[in-house]
């Protein structure tokens, strides 16, 4: 079983509509929580960043962390055809190193 | 402020060869990360340097290495190329205290024929 679970899609959906991504994991140590978008060929682009659970928005973005039940949520509002690309939920340890261990990634297509 | 930058983007390397990748921080950042990224196997850690030492290293055989300089930039090597060994290297820059986001670059592209 893999550290992170992440439903690889693909996922389409209308352009406006809410778009639900969502992680688990199974390693309860995980304490800082990432949300990249990566576009075909391109490398991973930082979205969004949490530590421990609770909610953080940024603009069309919200990021939901839930420890208690190992489950991380990535929710785009108003989704639009460039947010189509490869979401891949990353997370790490406090301490000194810098180690992300990611999910597989969830192909979304947002069609206009 | 610019991003990462990884050179080369493109590389075509056969088989036995040995191979090797640059990548420069973003400025002010210390630590650098690198990335092997394969459609099966997904984003897997390779290593992490801080103040050109290695400070953390994933389940990868020892063909791969690497080092930073005094400038912060980093090199990886992979030597004696397997066919497997065909991916995309993301190397990611982060600062260091307190701060866990790492900043990924363009990545480079390497093909073992």
């Known amino acids: 079983q893999k550290e992170v679970e992440q439903d690889p899609g693909p996922l389409s959906v209308p352009e406006g509509a809410i778009v639900s991504l969502n992680c688990t994991y199974s390693?309860?140590?995980?304490?800082?929580f990432m949300w990249y978008r990566q576009y075909s060929r391109k490398g991973p682009e930082l979205l969004m960043y949490?530590?421990?659970?609770g909610n953080k928005e940024d603009g069309r973005f919200t990021a939901q962390v839930d420890k208690s039940s190992k489950y991380i949520s990535l929710f785009i509002r108003d989704s639009q055809p460039s947010d189509s690309a490869t979401y891949l939920c990353a997370m790490t340890f406090s301490g000194s190193a810098r180690q992300l261990t990611f999910g597989s990634g969830t192909q979304l297509t947002v069609l206009p | 402020k610019a991003g990462v930058t990884q050179t080369p983007r493109y590389l075509i390397k056969t088989r036995g060869q040995q191979v090797t990748l640059s990548c420069s921080p973003i400025s002010g950042h210390r630590s650098v990360s690198w990335y092997q990224q394969t459609p099966g196997q997904g984003l897997q850690f390779l290593f992490e340097?801080?103040?050109?030492?290695?400070?953390n290293k994933g389940n990868f055989p020892g063909r791969f290495s690497g080092r930073q300089f005094s400038n912060s930039r980093s090199e990886m090597n992979v030597s004696t190329l397997e066919l497997g060994d065909s991916a995309l290297y993301l190397c990611?820059?982060?600062?260091?205290?307190?701060?866990?986001?790492?900043?990924f670059g363009p990545g480079t592209r390497l093909t073992v024929t």
């Open positions: 990611a820059s982060s600062l260091v205290k307190g701060v866990y986001e790492q900043y």
């Open positions: 390693n309860s140590a995980f304490q800082y």
């Open positions: 949490t530590y421990s659970s």
């Open positions: 340097y801080f103040s050109e030492t290695q400070r």
